[in-house]
């Protein structure tokens, strides 16, 4: 029986076809992806660069450092995913005041929002009291979330370390709640985006799409495309026939 092609399966053909290479040219784009992208990388259109993001992980990618300029860059424009209200709730594990709130008291007020705003218009009567309800829903929905996350990390832990170990880990993480309690609200909220910032950089995050930040030049820096295409042109220069044209006396 005739194998179906995968139509996710990485082909280097189209890639060496745009670049006018042969075929057996190294570094393979295929078996050395990290090579060829820190030589080609700029060359290619994001089109046929979003190609590699079947082989390559955004965690392995950050060894480009264009790669990680261009998170940077993004990241300094502070998008919706990463500032602090959406990123609290897709990643609440990386929150470390997340002890000190009730869980679910966010994701409640929005739902109490959406009650009074969206639901039938709006119309008071209708609605407060359905508002209220799905605050209180949804603050027990997030409170048995959180409850479960940390009925796993306890597992966990005590699988992985014996009882000594696990009092020493209690005895440390009792002075670092201390040590928390101290913080102020707004230290905790900067060390949380700056936190969320990092490992957006380095390919830590779950739930994110790297490739159109990635693969996109818009997010070099201004410089190095100008001193880039300062380099193209001088290139161009010197390739170009000398001039052999003589004046007349």
Same mark, same amino acid.
């Given at each position: ?11 280097? =053909? ?19 992806? %990290? ?27 950050? %060894? ?7 998170? +940077? ?58 508002? +209220? ?61 700056? %936190? ?11 739930? %994110? ?12 820096? =201004? ?27």
């Amino acid at each position: 029986m005739e194998s179906i092609p995968d139509p996710y399966a990485f082909s280097a =053909t189209p890639i060496l076809s745009y670049l006018g290479l042969p075929p057996e040219y190294e570094p393979s784009p295929q078996d050395s992806p %990290v090579d060829f992208l820190t030589i080609h990388l700029r060359q290619l259109p994001p089109n046929l660069l979003a190609l590699f993001s079947r082989i390559i992980t955004p965690q392995r990618r950050t %060894v480009l450092p264009i790669i990680r300029n261009r998170r +940077q860059k993004y990241a300094s424009t502070v998008p919706r995913e990463l500032a602090l209200p959406e990123a609290r709730k897709r990643w609440p594990m990386l929150w470390v005041g997340r002890e000190r709130e009730k869980p679910g008291l966010e994701q409640g007020k929005e739902e109490k929002r959406w009650a009074e705003r969206e639901f039938l218009g709006g119309v008071k009567g209708q609605v407060g009291k359905l508002g +209220q309800l799905l605050s209180e829903y949804e603050e027990e929905r997030e409170a048995e979330r959180m409850r479960e996350v940390r009925r796993e990390k306890m597992a966990e832990k005590f699988a992985e370390q014996n009882i000594e170990e696990e009092e020493e880990e209690e005895e440390g993480e009792g002075v670092a709640i201390v040590e928390e309690e101290q913080e102020s609200t707004d230290q905790l909220e900067i060390n949380f985006e700056r %936190v969320v910032r990092e490992k957006f950089i380095y390919g830590l995050l779950d739930d %994110v799409d790297y490739d159109p930040v990635d693969w996109d030049d818009k997010w070099d820096e =201004t410089d190095e495309r100008d001193a880039e295409e300062r380099w193209f042109d001088e290139e161009e220069e010197e390739d170009a026939p000398p001039d052999t044209t003589t004046i007349d006396s």
